[in-house]
């Protein structure tokens, strides 16, 4: 982008954040004072709206017990349908398709435990080797529960570069004995973008069932589920769209499902108005509601009302176009900057094909890590080598990407990491 024009200055950051669309709303975020914050792909921070949001339903409990179930700003009975409704427009998706409910992983046994009909020959779940932990655990857990054993049914697509999968190698892999496929949407590592609607349609065309974990693009790309006709998808809410920890997950099942009957099944999964009917026999809800479990965690919900708002002032194509110019002003800066100490980028050059971080890789990723986080820099770390950065949209500026780049050069040029232990923090 900018070394076609020759050296990237100070100045030129300095240029962009003051043209910068964007810059309203970074005083809507809790910035810490002299604090660079690039792990918004990890945790987003705190939003004013956020505040005020949690204290709303804090008031809502307060002043009106246990009438805020259906009175009040934002009565609680119908809260993950309303925020539902206003995340549907981030995934491609009408707001019948979408509830924000339950957790990631939680969710990821919901929808397996529903889809996944092994029977004849067809028994087999395609997933790939560099998803992330949880995806696996949930997924050899469905197998187990169907009777089956994992190493036998669970493919993994390997990688040819330990960085990123190739959809050729995926299509190959769906067999006449793949029953189910769950993949990401983009690798957590890597930052990689697959290519959805490909896939999607690929394994249609083989009458294979293909669902998404969209963790790790939610609220940085957007996408387009309903019209690719993916058959459903989870995601996080506390990533790029700063729910907060813990923040309750997304759920998506695509509308020709509607009427199934979810494999864990709820009071939650009842059609509305006959949930207080108290019968033993489940009305289920024709939306993707019916894949609520329990009693939605509403002050929990709070956090992502703000958020949401946001998303719906700023419009997710305008977040992707920024969030894609921050990172790849970031890898010009790098490849400018840090060229001959190591450092190298190990997420996809291609605009379609990555996500909304800069996957950085070092030999000594961990103990820089630490340095940076020593000049009140805050990366992610992620084994064996990666140092993730996510400049986001609505709260980085162009400054404080050069800023670190500069520091990274001075930690590595000045061997600052050589003051820490190569151990990883608990918490990466």
């Known amino acids: 982008m900018y070394q076609e024009s020759g050296v990237i200055t100070k100045n030129h950051a300095l240029q962009e954040d003051r043209e910068n669309d964007f810059r309203q709303y970074r005083e809507e975020f809790y910035l810490q004072p002299g604090v660079i914050y690039l792990d918004g792909n990890s945790l987003g921070l ?19 017990g246990i009438e ?12 993950s ?30 929808v397996i435990s529903t889809f996944y009909k092994p029977e004849k020959k067809r028994t087999k779940i395609l997933a790939d080797e560099l998803t992330f932990p949880s995806d696996i655990y949930a997924l050899q857990s469905q197998i187990r529960l169907k009777g089956y054993d994992p190493e036998e049914q669970l493919i993994q ?36 973008l697959l ?33 690719w006709e993916v058959d459903f998808g989870v995601w996080c809410n506390y990533k790029y769209l ?4 813990g923040s309750v997950a997304g759920l998506y099942v695509n509308k020709k499902h509607f009427g199934t009957l979810p494999g864990l099944i709820g009071w939650y999964s009842s059609k509305k108005d006959k949930q207080f009917d108290m019968e033993h026999t489940l009305s289920v809800e024709e939306s993707a509601g019916a894949f609520q479990i329990g009693t939605p965690h509403v002050l929990s919900l709070a956090p992502i009302i703000g958020s949401l708002e946001m998303f719906a002032e700023a419009g997710i194509e ?27 980028i190990g997420n996809p050059k291609e605009d379609e094909r990555r996500g909304g971080h800069i996957c950085l890789e070092h030999d000594e990723a961990v103990r820089i890590c630490k340095s940076l986080v020593e000049n009140r820099i805050i990366p992610d770390f992620r084994p064996p080598n990666i140092i993730r950065l996510a400049p986001i949209a609505f709260y980085t500026s162009y400054e404080e990407i050069w800023d670190t780049v500069q520091i990274l050069k001075r930690i590595v040029v000045e061997k600052e990491y050589e003051a820490h232990s190569k151990e990883r923090n608990v918490v990466a």
């Open 81 to 110: 349908e309303k925020l539902g409704a206003m995340c549907a427009p981030l995934v491609g998706a009408s707001s019948e398709e979408v509830i924000v409910s339950g957790s990631t992983t939680t969710n990821i046994h919901q």
């Open 318 to 344: 305008n977040v992707r176009r920024k969030s894609l110019h921050l990172t790849q002003f970031m890898a010009d800066l790098i490849e400018q900057e840090l060229t001959g100490l190591g450092f190298s």
């Open 195 to 227: 290519d959805i609607e490909r896939l999607t349609a690929e394994a249609h065309a083989r009458g294979i069932c293909i669902g998404f974990d969209a963790c790790h693009s939610i609220g940085a790309v957007p996408h387009y589920f309903t019209d």
């Open 46 to 64: 705190m939003s004013k709206r956020a505040e005020t949001n949690v204290a709303e339903l804090m008031d809502s409990w307060r002043e009106l």
């Open 68 to 79: 805020g179930w259906t009175k009040g700003k934002y009565p609680w009975f119908f809260l």
């Open 242 to 245: 700063n729910g907060g920890p």
């Open 157 to 192: 697509v390997k990688s040819k570069d330990g960085r990123m999968i190739e959809e050729d190698d995926i299509i190959k892999a769906m067999t006449e004995e793949v029953a189910l496929i769950f993949l990401p949407t983009v690798l957590y590592r890597s930052g990689q």
